[in-house]
């Protein structure tokens, strides 16, 4: 059944939002003029024409919302959206997930939060200092923003082939309008949708893109301060209200790209949490930039260097977050991103988007420049500013070094579009790359921050820097034992680990005088000492990671020297011996919904037709209570297989890891790791070789063994024993019918200090011989009883032999891998109280 009246609704209501954008931009423009100033009461009649404007795109941006939900969550397939990316199969925390997984639900999801700010602004920061100067400019910024992001989802052809944005509210005949079915049936609507990138199907995924998001759209609220303090000549006045807001973006844009990097860790196979994408580059650096800002904004309103370099900043982030948004939606990283769009024909928009805000900034702040205010002296070494522009300056340059690599891909493009073939391409070991520079880089930032904080609270002058020995002295000792202990070696470790032992000292004990006092100024204190904590983390988790899956076994399993080394080799059921511990691959398991943990592979039949149903073959139990029965249909992840791999330590110490192998409609076979934590390091593994499908499988010609119940024959090296043979009523789950028979051997088969039994059946149903083989892939044996004798009481076995059950694994030990999480969550912790502390003065002073 068709149900246009929805994308109808969403539709138009894209079509209000755009048209309120231009509205409220135009109104909030109006009230900025000379002439309109002039007159209060027309100044506050544009101003609430132009609220209300912003309210209406507000209701309508909640309107496309609920649309698309609403098509997502009731299965309505007729539209593309729907079908291109959710399924009957998910649950509903990632049918969530579907509404960002496409271009158009990415940038609903931004002009989302952006009206969330908008409204939020409206009535509290500029509600505060409600006139003209400050609300109309801001808001004008604010509102052209949402215009731009609007036109990506009107989905609107003005002539020819032209057409502006991508619509979400197509159908399948409006967006495929050549394949043939609507001929037949113009009406079709199919029964089931692709689904949701099994990759995505991850509860970082729920959260993730929503805090991205909400931090991109809260760089939006500084940049608009800063533009409004331009244009309207305040050219510090904008600050305090803008600080928090500043801060704030920091948390949260900072938070979502670490969740990222969680989620990648967890899910992807590369071995880490960063991999130097250029995705995750781009949204890394205006990061950077977003912190360095708010540094030089605490000294803007007393010093002109720092408000220069405040104005610079903020106008810089987010421009670089627009810039970010081209990169991974235009199409012009093609194959260098696996976190990249495919372009929809919105590039050119993009382009537009970015350059309009280039040019208005740049020509802006260069009109205003001269009137900048200036300083009479000069910054001196010995300041706490200087110390802070030193810090500041390594931020922005270890952002600039990772852009100007990122933009290779753009230099390649632009290269073209004036006939030049520059043919530039990105490091082939990105991960080297980057991190080379950036270690020292930070190196710079760590021990700045230790010495920074004590001009900042004054704690030495130029008359005292031997205050800073005693802080010295003991992060040298600290240093010296961990480095004794830890048995760091590397000399570039070594600095590393002393710049971040001096900054944890350093700035511990200005946090030790502060709690002193008052704890709510403890902020920068904590940001910095975590960023210390986090980046010892990243040393030893990353420097000193260890793999611990040697093979040992001498087989050939990959061609490259070092994968060969690197991955030890795993026989179904036999532990593999290594130094330390020992791993058994234990079998294949699916993740059944409702149920917890784990079920064997083997007692889940899959439903034909479908990709999430199964038929229960045994009773699914937990402890005494029983989940399915045997017969029941269940829900499962039918595209993801777990592997029981059994770890155990000489102490007999033993826990079980379950690493993923994905089969990816969208991406092919993808790998995905589990984890073992502990407090000082993690076990990080993932089966780099699957075992090959059973159906894929080579088999051996049938031999054929004729014995009876008691006897003894030989398979090859193996010995088997038909231990008995017995009626049966019932097979697979389905009693037999009157005149039927069935019988089902138990064979016995030994392999040194390994034993099995195999149950082959043998049935006369419906007056035909039916005979089911039982395969054992610890053995790779596959057994079938195929005749019974009745009269010389012997059995009748076929058997084939064929390559034992295997897979390939790579596992890694990384230590310290806490400290990194532990010291992000410091820094987000500081910012956050400095960012509640700022708000509390501005709600304060008014």
Not at 267 to 291: I, K, M, R, S
Not at 295 to 316: C, D, G, P
Not at 400 to 409: E, G, H, K, L, N
Request: hydrophobic fraction near 50%; glycine fraction near 6%; proline fraction near 4%.
């Amino acid at each position: 059944m068709l149900r246009p009246y929805v994308g109808n609704i969403g539709h138009i209501s894209v079509i209000i939002s755009f048209v309120a954008a231009v509205v409220s931009t135009y109104a909030y423009w109006q009230a900025t003029r000379p002439q309109i100033l002039s007159s209060k009461q027309i100044t506050e009649q544009w101003l609430k024409f132009a609220r209300g404007a912003f309210y209406v795109h507000t209701l309508a941006i909640f309107t496309i919302c609920a649309s698309l939900l609403s098509i997502i969550f009731n299965h309505y397939f007729e539209y593309h959206y729907a079908w291109d990316n959710s399924s009957w199969s998910l649950p509903f925390g990632y049918a969530i997930s579907c509404f960002w997984q496409d271009q158009e639900g990415s940038f609903l999801l931004w002009m989302f939060w952006n009206v969330v700010l908008g409204v939020l602004l409206i009535n509290t920061t500029l509600r505060k200092t409600r006139n003209a100067s400050i609300e109309a400019p801001t808001m004008t910024i604010f509102a052209l923003v949402q215009v731009f992001l609007a036109s990506m989802i009107l989905g609107v052809v003005l002539w020819g082939d032209f057409k502006v944005g991508s619509s979400p509210f197509l159908t399948l005949k409006e967006s495929m309008p050549n394949i043939p079915i609507w001929k037949t049936n113009p009406d079709f609507v199919p029964k089931d949708g692709n689904g949701l990138n099994p990759l995505l199907q991850n509860y970082w995924m729920v959260i993730h893109p929503p805090t991205l998001f909400l931090g991109f759209a809260m760089t939006l609220v500084p940049f608009a301060f800063c533009m409004a303090g331009l244009w309207k000549r305040q050219y510090t006045e904008w600050i305090k209200p803008a600080l928090p807001w500043t801060l704030t973006a920091a948390v949260v844009l900072g938070t979502g790209i670490m969740m990222g990097g969680i989620w990648a860790y967890e899910t992807l196979n590369f071995g880490g949490y960063w991999n130097w994408d250029p995705v995750e580059n781009a949204v890394y650096v205006p990061w950077l930039v977003l912190v360095g800002s708010f540094h030089t904004m605490l000294m803007a309103r007393k010093n002109s260097t720092a408000l220069k370099y405040t104005i610079i900043l903020v106008l810089a982030q987010f421009i670089l977050i627009v810039y970010s948004t081209f990169l991974a939606r235009s199409g012009i990283l093609g194959n260098a991103s696996v976190h990249s769009f495919t372009d929809l024909g919105l590039s050119g928009q993009l382009l537009i988007y970015l350059l309009t805000f280039i040019v208005v900034s740049v020509v802006l702040s260069s009109i205003r420049w001269k009137h900048l205010p200036q300083d009479e002296a000069e910054i001196s070494t010995f300041s706490r500013e200087f110390w802070v522009f030193s810090g500041v300056l390594m931020l922005c340059l270890a952002g600039f070094q990772v852009i100007v690599t990122t933009s290779i891909p753009v230099y390649n493009k632009v290269g073209e579009i004036f006939g030049a073939k520059l043919n530039m391409a990105l490091p082939t070991n990105q991960v080297e790359h980057f991190t080379q520079f950036q270690m020292w880089f930070f190196v710079l930032i760590t021990a700045l921050s230790g010495v920074a904080q004590f001009f900042w609270w004054k704690r030495i002058q130029k008359e005292s820097l031997n205050k800073l020995i005693n802080p010295l002295v003991i992060s040298l000792l600290a240093s010296a034992l961990i480095i004794t202990f830890a048995k760091v070696n590397n000399w570039k470790y070594i600095i590393l680990l002393t710049a971040a032992m001096f900054s944890i000292v350093a700035n511990g004990s200005i946090l030790l005088d502060i709690l002193k006092g008052k704890f709510k100024v403890a902020g920068g204190a904590i940001t910095h000492i975590g960023l210390a904590v986090m980046l010892i983390g990243i040393m030893f988790s990353s420097g000193y990671s260890k793999v611990v899956s040697l093979n040992f076994s001498g087989a050939k399993i990959f061609t490259n020297e070092s994968d060969n080394k690197e991955n030890a080799l795993l026989w179904l059921n036999r532990p593999t011996e290594l130094s330390e511990f020992s791993f058994t691959y234990k079998g294949q398991f699916v993740d059944v919904r409702n149920a917890p943990g784990y079920i064997e592979k083997k007692y889940v039949w899959p439903v034909p037709g479908s990709n999430y149903k199964g038929i229960a073959r045994a009773d699914v139990v937990d402890g005494d209570k029983t989940y399915f029965k045997r017969g029941d249909t269940l829900e499962y992840e039918a595209e993801n297989t777990y592997f029981q791999i059994e770890y155990s330590d000489k102490d007999g110490k033993k826990f079980n890891l379950y690493p993923r192998v994905q089969d990816n409609e969208k991406m092919g076979t993808v790998l995905s790791p589990d984890i073992k934590k502990f407090w000082n390091k993690d076990i990080y593994a993932f089966v780099s070789g699957p075992p090959v499908a059973e159906d894929e499988r080579d088999w051996s010609r049938p031999e054929e063994f004729a014995v009876a119940v008691g006897d003894t024959f030989f398979i090859n090296d193996y010995v088997a024993i038909l231990e008995n043979v017995e009626g049966i009523r019932e097979v697979d789950g389905m009693q037999l019918a009157e005149g039927d028979a069935a019988a089902r051997a138990t064979v016995k088969v030994l392999d040194r200090n390994v034993a099995v039994t195999m149950r082959p059946v043998f049935a006369i149903r419906d007056r035909e011989v039916w005979s089911k083989p039982e395969v054992n892939n610890e053995m790779g044996l596959r057994l079938q009883l195929s005749k019974i004798d009745p009269v010389s009481g012997k059995f009748a076995f076929t058997v084939s032999r064929g390559q034992r059950e295997f897979l390939v694994l790579k596992a890694t030990e990384k230590p310290h891998i806490n400290l990194l999480w532990i010291g992000f969550f410091m820094i987000i912790v500081g910012i956050t109280l400095a960012a509640i502390r700022r708000f509390q003065i501005v709600a304060a002073e008014g």
